[in-house]
């Protein structure tokens, strides 16, 4: 078994919950490409078997979130599960509507980031206290559903790496639901967890490029072969794909090998 299934998320497992059924389901090795936070619920692309080895080209993929947020009172962890922190002023509309572009945000302490070698989350739950790291964000667009103070639901799309909850904290309030709706080309609406999409299927959001007999088994043994264009690129064959080289100055050269000989 090998390729990616797409998710659908529950609030309460965590993501590598989930890994472990499939990997229970399947019987091979499993991943995810991004991990969800138990509280939040949506879209987790898990990878099997030797596409595995994919994941480094799927978790820089723009991400998309439904998030309901209540104004007015900042918790300790940016959802409803930490401890009141302080009651702030409710964001007007036009504050929140200013958050679209490039934006500086601190990585939440009840994140999964690794402070000192261990994660943010545990330290925090012993209460030791972390000076947390900035974090360059893009908020591509933001689009309010209903702004119902002290609620608004909004509608992000955010670049790889963009904590919702931080997002909510800025604003001085903390975030009520996390649903993530996509991630690239991915959606939400076309999970299931029955169905493992081919290896190439992965890639949809690369150029590729098709490979002849003799690059076949150059790309095997490692060798580069002739190709155009510049970054990652997925080498497929009649049988799938066979690689994800990198391509530049009119070369491409293999960096992972899916099916090596």
Sequence with gaps: MNGLVLVDKPVGPSSFDLVKKLRSRYGVKAGHAGTLDPQASGLLLCLLGPSTRLARYLVGLDKRYETEIRLGLRTTTGDGEGEALEETEVALRERIEALEGEVELPVPQASAVKIR???????????????????????HALSIRRYAPPLVELDLHVSSGTYVRALADVLGGHCRTIRRTAVGPFRVEDANEEIVLPPLAALVHLPEQHLSDDEIALVRAGRAIDGGGEGSIALWDDGGLVAVGQAADGTIRPETVLRPQ
């Design 117 to 139: 070698g261990e994660r943010a989350y545990r330290l925090q739950r012993r209460g030791i206290p972390v000076e947390m790291p900035m974090r360059r964000s893009t908020v």
